[in-house]
């Protein structure tokens, strides 16, 4: 907001405070209430904290259009708990691993061991199988990918005697000269309107992969001032013209502005900072037989919105695609963050994922959530690689689908009525 908006160090500063305390509130309140519900022994304090932690978790990613992101589960994908991904997805591995911690805590505080012997056993059982039990996807095709990371500076990318220039001639070069079957280029790589851009210019880009049998997935803004704006990513493709997709998950104050704080984005220098919304589920862009799904920047970290796809099994994703421009944050730990977050998804789905992005972390992931390649932050090159598209549903996958995160929230307030309710007279004896 300072650096990149023009926003006064005091305010920014104060958002930045602001936005912290808000969302750390949501934990504050669930170990409140914890704290006075949790003294009926060391079983009904665990499964409660884990409970509370849940709807806390969920909470923060859910209301006022969510913000998950630094969700506990990410810390444990490298981990035990990571075989429960595809189970319970994000949000369920965040609820064993609070119930992990709140008995280790305590079995020290009350010095009783053995209900943290039962949880540690509980959960690392399963995660001790063989991998092949927890396998939900089948392989389908390959895809040679090329993903397109420009690298253009983020106090430049709207600028229109630098950063726009660059950015028009090095991607409309790179996806010209690229040979992959798909080529993906990041989030407003071509930061300009259709109707803006050079004469020739996207027909140039449309010829070569309308001519032939390679596709393109190119974010770009889209829209006028009488209907409105979206942030989007088109297909260039001889099997299905016309695609597009529409952002849809917005980020606030970056890309929609909410009630009574126009004051407050206006005093940013940020362009285009209030789009439309495109719809939940959209249809995948066909490449090779292969379904790739787009979504754009943060939107990977909702991985209930992405279960949206997966209500028809037959039109469900087989590739995941990520454009992303984190160029705000520069070589900061929000890069890898996010590659991490894609990792996860991959884990809860099964489906390998590509990452386009406009500074980093450009990568290709397996269906397991492993990074098989990846390019260096800050630099401009092209990422060449192969994905292996997966088919099938997770456990995770087909109850999101069609229900959403309500499983979780019933379950966590079902769990609370059990253990916290009423104590009978003879309890009390």
């Given at each position: 907001m300072y650096t990149y908006g023009g926003l006064p160090s005091l305010l920014a500063g104060g958002a930045v405070i602001g936005l912290a305390a808000a969302l750390g509130g949501y934990y504050a309140i669930a170990v409140w209430v914890w704290k006075r519900g949790a003294q009926r022994g060391p079983a009904v304090a665990t499964v409660s904290f884990a409970a509370l932690w849940l709807m806390a978790e969920m909470a923060r990613g859910t209301w006022l259009t969510g913000f998950g992101w630094g969700a506990i589960a990410y810390a444990h994908i490298d981990g035990p708990l990571a075989f429960y991904l595809p189970w319970l997805g994000t949000y369920g591995v965040s609820a064993l691993a609070a119930a992990w911690a709140a008995a280790m805590g305590i079995a020290v505080v009350r010095r009783s061991p053995w209900p943290a012997c039962w949880v540690s056993f509980a959960l690392l059982l399963p995660a001790a199988l063989p991998s092949e039990i927890n396998t939900w996807t089948t392989p389908t095709g390959t895809l040679q990918v090329s993903l397109l990371q420009g690298n253009i500076p983020q106090d430049e990318k709207f600028e229109t005697g630098s950063g726009v220039p660059l950015a028009l001639q090095w991607y409309r070069d790179a996806l010209l000269q690229a040979d992959g079957d798909l080529v993906v280029a990041p989030e407003t790589a071509v930061p300009l309107l259709p109707q803006q851009l050079p004469e020739g210019y996207w027909a140039s880009l449309s010829e070569k992969f309308t001519q032939s049998s390679q596709a393109a997935i190119i974010g770009i803004p889209l829209g006028s001032f009488q209907t409105g704006y979206t942030n989007s990513v088109v297909g260039l493709s001889a099997s299905q013209t016309g695609w597009q997709y529409d952002k849809h998950h917005l980020v606030p104050f970056g890309e929609f502005i909410p009630p009574l704080f126009k004051w407050f984005t206006q005093l940013m220098n940020i362009p285009l900072g209030d789009f439309n919304r495109g719809p939940l589920g959209q249809p995948s862009l066909d490449v090779r037989g292969e379904r790739v799904a787009a979504n754009i920047c943060y939107e990977d970290l909702y991985g209930e919105e992405l279960a949206t796809r997966f209500s028809n099994p037959a039109a469900a994703p087989t590739v995941?695609?990520?454009?992303?421009?984190?160029?705000?944050?520069?070589?900061?730990?929000?890069?890898?963050?996010?590659?991490?977050?894609?990792?996860?998804?991959?884990?809860?789905?099964?489906?390998?994922?590509?990452?386009?992005?406009?500074?980093?972390?450009?990568?290709?992931?397996?269906?397991?959530?492993?990074?098989?390649?990846?390019?260096?932050?800050?630099?401009?090159?092209?990422?060449?690689?192969?994905?292996?598209?997966?088919?099938?549903?997770?456990?995770?996958?087909?109850w999101a689908s069609h229900f959403g995160l309500w499983p979780l929230w019933i379950a966590a307030l079902l769990v609370l009525a059990v253990v916290w309710r009423p104590r009978r007279l003879s309890d009390h004896c």
């Open positions: 995941f695609a990520n454009v992303s421009n984190l160029g705000w944050f520069n070589r900061t730990v929000a890069l890898n963050q996010h590659l991490h977050i894609s990792r996860a998804r991959a884990l809860e789905f099964q489906r390998p994922f590509v990452r386009a992005t406009n500074t980093g972390a450009t990568a290709i992931l397996s269906h397991e959530g492993t990074v098989l390649q990846k390019l260096q932050p800050q630099t401009r090159a092209v990422l060449t690689g192969e994905v292996q598209g997966r088919t099938g549903l997770t456990p995770y996958a087909w």
